[in-house]
């Protein structure tokens, strides 16, 4: 049955569908960092309080891109094969070019993704956002602490713990805090039990916020997210085509969502990375960390 290149087209279509659902939502979602941290971590812990479904969508999303990217691969390569000889004057339709360009940015979006989820979810790039938790409204670190030979370690935990807390509430010298002297209390982690970590939520506010600082990776964000925007307006019209979803009347509506669609998504998520960094670098202070 996959024989069939309609067949391949369909697979493109369906788990093209289901990527354009989720770059929405994933974008709304995302968009709540300008709300503020009680409200872009409350979403967060709401979705963490469901781990198995959340894996399931995770996987089921890179299986997805999998598919789709393999799909289209194979498409475009049967349909050079089908004219194995090159014309005398090389002409390149829109199409060819369109397709060319697919090929390429999905390859890159699925890169993009992979280490999206390697940044902000397994946090393999960067281990220190594990330590990143929030405590009754205000930011606080779990550290691993070693404390010195002579000193009990419970001593050594409490003296830890007094020492950042003093830190927190010394103002800085001109009365506004700042990144060195901000506020964010270190906790040793053993000194926090099994109950009473249950109080402590996951700070993904401070965690983007940072994340977002550093201008390398908010350029790999914005980059990606203009080559995912280039990819949705060029097959979000022919993804509804070959759905049957379009109709003669609504045909040239049903073309331009994709264009439309694609420039929100792009708007929307740039917005995040670019945002932040402007911040960072005039000082406005939009972010409280």
């Known amino acids: 049955m996959l024989r069939s290149s309609i067949a391949k087209k369909a697979v493109v279509a ?12 994933h974008m709304v979602g995302n968009l709540q960092i300008f709300l503020g941290r009680e409200t872009i971590n409350k979403y967060a812990e709401f979705l963490h309080s469901m781990p198995e479904l959340l894996w399931v969508v995770r996987f089921s999303l890179l299986a997805a891109v999998a598919l789709h990217i393999g799909f289209t691969v194979w498409l475009y390569r049967e349909n050079r094969a089908s004219r194995p000889q090159r014309y005398v004057m090389e002409r390149t339709t829109r199409a060819s070019t369109a397709s060319r360009s697919m090929i390429l940015s999905g390859l890159l979006v699925l890169s993009f993704l992979v280490y999206h989820l390697l940044h902000f979810t397994v946090q393999v790039t960067n281990p ?3 330590q990143y938790y929030e405590h009754e409204g205000r930011p606080v670190t779990l550290v691993r602490y070693e404390p010195p030979a002579q000193i009990g ?6 003296d830890a713990v007094a020492a950042s807390e003093a830190a927190a509430d010394t103002p800085a010298e001109d009365g506004i805090a700042t990144e060195a002297a901000a506020a964010i209390r270190e906790i040793p982690a053993d000194s926090v039990g099994a109950e009473a970590r249950r109080e402590y939520r996951r700070d993904v506010y401070r965690m983007v ?8 990776i908010s350029l790999a964000y914005i980059v990606s997210m203009v080559l ?3 990819h949705l307006s060029h097959g979000a019209g022919a993804m509804f085509q070959t759905l049957g979803l379009t109709s003669p009347k609504y045909r040239k509506a049903m073309f331009l969502l994709g264009p439309v ?13 670019l945002v932040i960094l402007l911040d960072h670098w005039t000082g406005i202070g939009l972010f409280d960390i």
């Open 14 to 25: 369906v788990t093209g569908l289901l990527m354009f659902g989720f770059v929405i939502g």
């Open 228 to 230: 995912l925007g280039l």
């Open 153 to 158: 370690p419970g001593q050594a935990e409490a």
């Open 128 to 130: 220190d956002y594990q």
């Open 209 to 216: 916020i940072l994340g977002f600082r550093s201008p390398l």
């Open 261 to 273: 669609a694609a420039t929100v998504i792009v708007i929307g998520n740039v917005s995040i990375p």
